[in-house]
C-alpha cells in the first residue's frame, strides 16, 4: 500500500520552475546564450552548478571560466532567483496542490520534499506549507543529483518507508527518471512528450487527485 507522497518543488508545489527559467534566460543573455523553453526543459531538477554548466556547453563557453568565475555567475543567478522569490505567498500554492495534501493527511499519508533547490525551505515557509510536511531531504547532503534516484531514496529513507510504498511527483525529465530509478510509482505534470517515461501524467496539477493516484499505483 502507499504510505508516503514525495514531491518536487519547483513547478509542482509552486511556479519557482519559472522564476528559475527567468534568471536564468537573463544570466544567459548576459554572456551572449539565448535559452528558450525547450531547452529549459533539461535544466528542470538540475542543481545549480550543473545547470550553468549545461548551458555555457549549450553555448559553446565550457572553456571559458574557471571554477572561481564559474561560482560567481551561479551566485549572481541565485541572487537574482532569491530576488524573485521574496514575493511568494500562500497564493501561489498551485491549483490542486492544498487539496491533495489535505486529502493525503486525511488518509494518514506522510509527505516528503525531495527537491534540488537549496531555496525550498524558503519557499516552502513563504507558502506556508512547512508545517504539513513530515520530512524534508537537504539537497546539500546529496552525492548526486536527478536523474540519480538519491534524493528520492533518501526521502524513503527519512519517511521510515520503502520506495514500493512512495509515489514520487516531478514536472522535470530528470525528475521522473529519478523517481523510476528508486523504485517509486511515477506521477508527472507536463506535457505528454517531457512526461513519456512516467508512470501516470497530467497536464496541470489540478488533475492531481488523490484517488485516482492511488487506483493507478495499485
Ligand atoms: C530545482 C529546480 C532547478 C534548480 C535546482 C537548484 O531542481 O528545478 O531549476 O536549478 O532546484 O535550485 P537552487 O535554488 O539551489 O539554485
Ligand atoms: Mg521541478
Not at 528542470?44 to 554548466?53: A, F, P, Y
Not at 568565475?69 to 511568494?88: G, S
Not at 519557499?123 to 546539500?140: F, K, N, S, W
Not at 521510515?160 to 523510476?180: Q, S
Request: net charge negative; with cysteine.
Amino acid at each position: 500500500a502507499i504510505k508516503g507522497f514525495v514531491f518536487d518543488l519547483d513547478g509542482v508545489i509552486t511556479d519557482s520552475a519559472e522564476y528559475h527559467y527567468i534568471a536564468w534566460k537573463n544570466l544567459a543573455a548576459g554572456l551572449g546564450i539565448e535559452l528558450d523553453r525547450a531547452f529549459n526543459e533539461q535544466l528542470k531538477g538540475i542543481s545549480r552548478m550543473d545547470s550553468l554548466n549545461r548551458i555555457l556547453a549549450y553555448g559553446n563557453q565550457s572553456d571559458m571560466y574557471d571554477a572561481a568565475q564559474k561560482e560567481a555567475l551561479a551566485q549572481k543567478k541565485n541572487d537574482e532567483y532569491v530576488k524573485l522569490i521574496q514575493q511568494v505567498t500562500p497564493a501561489d500554492i498551485l491549483p490542486g496542490i492544498s487539496e491533495l495534501f489535505a486529502d493525503l493527511k486525511a488518509a494518514g499519508i506522510r509527505i516528503a520534499l525531495a527537491s534540488a533547490s537549496k531555496n525550498g525551505p524558503f519557499i516552502l515557509e513563504r507558502l506556508g506549507l512547512m508545517a504539513q510536511v513530515d520530512t524534508i531531504v537537504d539537497p546539500a547532503e546529496l552525492a548526486n543529483g536527478k536523474p540519480d534516484p538519491e534524493i528520492f531514496l533518501k526521502a524513503a529513507e527519512q519517511l521510515n518507508l520503502a520506495p514500493a510504498e512512495c509515489v514520487g511527483v516531478e514536472d522535470a525529465e530528470a525528475g521522473i527518471e529519478a523517481i523510476n530509478r528508486a523504485g517509486m510509482f511515477s506521477v508527472g505534470v507536463g506535457t505528454k512528450e517531457a512526461m513519456k517515461d512516467a508512470d501516470y501524467y497530467v497536464t496541470s496539477t489540478q488533475e492531481l487527485k488523490l484517488s485516482e493516484i492511488l487506483r493507478r499505483a495499485s
